[in-house]
């Protein structure tokens, strides 16, 4: 999401990736296990077409309006064709997913998305999702820590504001 969407990081201006570094920046976020998955122009625009909506509900989150962030989700759940499913792993064991096993990269990640965050408000976890709290930064999170109060998408944003906060203090 943060890798795709244009605004500000850490105080820098940051631009939405294109052509090949999008591809790039997609299939960098989706690694798991150490295996990169290789994105095509087809499913790049399938991912990038949901990162509003996505993005929205972060947004929409992070400003307690949860009846705006679950209007926003079910609409991406229906867009998405999000479904569970049980998908066998070659060792045998199955794993609940939220799209089919034939389903090409970019429909069953947004499918992903959309059935992650229907999770998130559906056991109200809404407050996990977050929108950075430092000035100049627009990156959003998904807070993990234990009693849930991060406000910021990254320790240097964290450090970022602390250290303003000292520097206004000593003025």
Same mark, same amino acid.
């Given at each position: 999401?943060?890798?795709?969407?244009?605004?500000?990081?850490?105080?820098?201006?940051v631009e939405s990736p294109r052509?090949?570094?999008?591809?790039?920046?997609?299939?960098?976020?989706?690694?798991?296990?150490?295996?990169?998955?290789?994105?095509?122009?087809?499913?790049?625009?399938?991912?990038?077409?949901?990162?509003?909506?996505?993005? @929205?509900?972060?947004?929409? $989150?992070?400003?307690? +309006?949860?009846?705006?962030?679950?209007? *926003?989700? !079910? /609409?991406?759940?229906?867009?998405?064709?999000?479904?569970?499913?049980?998908?066998?792993?070659?060792?045998?064991?199955?794993?609940?997913?939220?799209?089919?096993?034939?389903?090409?990269?970019?429909?069953?990640?947004?499918?992903?998305?959309? @059935?992650?965050?229907?999770? $998130?408000?559906?056991? +109200?976890?809404?407050?996990?999702?977050? *929108?950075? !709290? /430092?000035?100049?930064?627009?990156?959003?999170?998904?807070?993990?820590?234990?009693?849930?109060?991060?406000?910021?998408?990254?320790?240097?944003?964290?450090?970022?504001?602390?250290?303003?906060?000292?520097?206004?203090?000593?003025?």
């Open positions: 999401m943060n890798a795709l969407t244009p605004g500000w990081d850490g105080g820098q201006p052509g090949g570094a999008l591809r790039a920046a997609i299939g960098e976020a989706l690694t798991f296990d150490h295996a990169t998955p290789t994105v095509s122009a087809a499913a790049a625009r399938i991912i990038v077409d949901v990162v509003p909506d996505v993005r @929205a509900v972060f947004e929409s $989150a992070a400003a307690g +309006d949860t009846a705006r962030a679950a209007q *926003v989700t !079910n /609409a991406l759940l229906t867009r998405t064709g999000a479904r569970p499913q049980l998908n066998p792993d070659p060792d045998g064991t199955w794993h609940l997913h939220f799209h089919g096993p034939t389903d090409s990269l970019g429909p069953g990640w947004t499918a992903g998305l959309a @059935a992650g965050l229907t999770m $998130a408000l559906g056991v +109200d976890e809404i407050g996990r999702l977050g *929108v950075c !709290n /430092a000035e100049r930064c627009d990156r959003v999170y998904v807070d993990t820590s234990r009693n849930g109060t991060r406000q910021f998408c990254s320790t240097r944003c964290q450090n970022r504001t602390k250290a303003a906060a000292h520097r206004a203090r000593q003025k």
